[in-house]
Nanobody, 119 residues
Framework: QVQLVESGGGSVQAGESLRLSCAASYVTYGEYSAFFMGWFRQVPGKSRDLVARLDKDGTADYADSVKGRFTISKDNAKGTLYLQMNNLKPEDSADYYC??????????WGQGTQVTVSS
């Protein structure tokens, strides 16, 4: 069973940066390379929303609220997904989750990492 573990969350001031990582285990290089992957975030009491998505061909897509500030990337050799978050805003505060899928749905999810941005 594929496992995803996020790290890199924390508490920062508005305008600062963080880089989240999502390390995959129990997956081969070939399997990991074939994943499409995404970063989601969730505030308590609200839905889990897609922040950034990366197709297996390298095409990236972002929520409008983070375009120009966040960058999603993937290192297939390390089995790790990243989310570089720059110019953070208080409204970016949430629990961030990574997810991976092979067809149309996300099959695997991490446990989440918390990001808090204070003004």
């Amino acid at each position: 069973q594929v496992q995803l573990v996020e790290s890199g969350g924390g508490s920062v001031q508005a305008g600062e940066s963080l880089r989240l990582s999502c390390a995959a285990s129990y997956v081969t290089y070939g399997e990991y390379s074939a994943f499409f992957m995404g970063w989601f975030r969730q505030v308590p009491g609200k839905s889990r929303d897609l922040v950034a998505r990366l197709d297996k061909d390298g095409t990236a897509d972002y929520a409008d609220s983070v375009k120009g500030r966040f960058t999603i990337s993937k290192d297939n050799a390390k089995g790790t997904l990243y989310l570089q978050m720059n110019n953070l805003k208080p409204e970016d505060s949430a629990d961030y989750y990574c997810a991976a899928g092979t067809t149309r749905a996300y099959d695997y999810w991490g446990q989440g990492t918390q990001v808090t941005v204070s003004s």
